[in-house]
């Protein structure tokens, strides 16, 4: 253990200040990202990442961010970027390494190395409606980590406990999110 | 309505020889896609995306595609990526365009143009771990969709109910997503 600062990349003052920031001023913690998207042709669309709101106030000091998203040649794609659910995956991998290194680097704990890899199982006949019985969602997704740090297997375990109790994506996956789809009429 | 192939980009034959395909051999339409992540430094992260498994073979025929994961400012990052919970917007948003365009298709309905805004409620103080109360995933996400197309409103409301019956990310969300994450031991 140490007491750098920065530890692990992080400013550990400015990620307590933050904590202070929004523990005194819960409203402030309500934040609300967003995307667009824009359909190209076939399974080819392009997203967009760009404002967010966040600590009572539109952020739009972000270059506008652009995700090419298709299938491959077997899903009657073009192989032009990854898949949307390929994209979750991404999402979940990167929610669940930063909240471990988040909660590690408030433990004190310096981490050398995390990597981790994912796997989603997928029944294509409940996309293509061809078999009531199939889900539609991923049946299960397997995440497996290594980590890199001078702590005990224990300890290890814990971050892997604590990358899974603080991920925003893992809770949204796990948990049953509302998504409320309409239609714009003008 | 008409009847072109490709209509609306995409391979009308193709896409109808694919389901029969999948129909005739239902294990052949069990995929496995996957990601990896590899920790850089602070909140920043790289996920990779590459070979999958589907119609009973690996395909590791595609180029490695990565992405950046970071964090604005505001939250100890320094914005070299979208954040894990934008690109899980991004995700939603290409798989209920996906899930949209494919189904149109397959009624022969001819799509001008889709696009789609989304939206996501996320109270941070679930993430920092200041507050029990405070949901840790998306409290709620709103999509809105234009469509245009020669259909009626009706029409159009029946492929934003299509978009959400038949998308695997949507209905990742909205489920319960069975996620296991485990330490690797070597």
């Known amino acids: ?72 040649p077997r899903l009657c794609g073009n192989n032009l970027g990854a898949n949307p659910v390929e994209y979750l995956l991404v999402a979940l991998s990167g929610c669940l390494t930063t909240a471990m290194i988040a909660h590690a680097t408030a433990k004190g704990i310096e981490i050398r190395s995390v990597e981790s890899k994912y796997e989603g199982d997928l029944d294509l006949r409940g996309f293509l409606g061809i078999s009531p019985d199939a889900e539609v969602g991923y049946e299960q997704i397997r995440v497996f980590f290594k980590i890199d740090a001078d702590i005990s297997a224990d300890q290890k375990e814990e971050l892997v406990r604590m990358a899974q109790k603080y991920s925003p994506v893992f809770h949204s996956l796990t948990k049953q999110t509302p998504v409320l789809v309409q239609l714009e009429r003008k």
């Open 1 to 72: 253990m140490t007491e750098k600062n920065p530890l692990n990349g992080i400013n550990v003052e400015q990620m307590f200040s933050a904590i202070e920031f929004f523990k005194n001023q819960p409203a402030l913690a309500k934040f609300k990202f967003r995307a667009t998207n824009k359909w190209i042709g076939g399974t080819h669309n392009q997203a967009t990442v760009k404002d967010f709101y966040g600590a009572g106030q539109e952020d739009v000091s972000r270059e506008a961010m652009m995700f090419d998203l298709d299938e491959p």
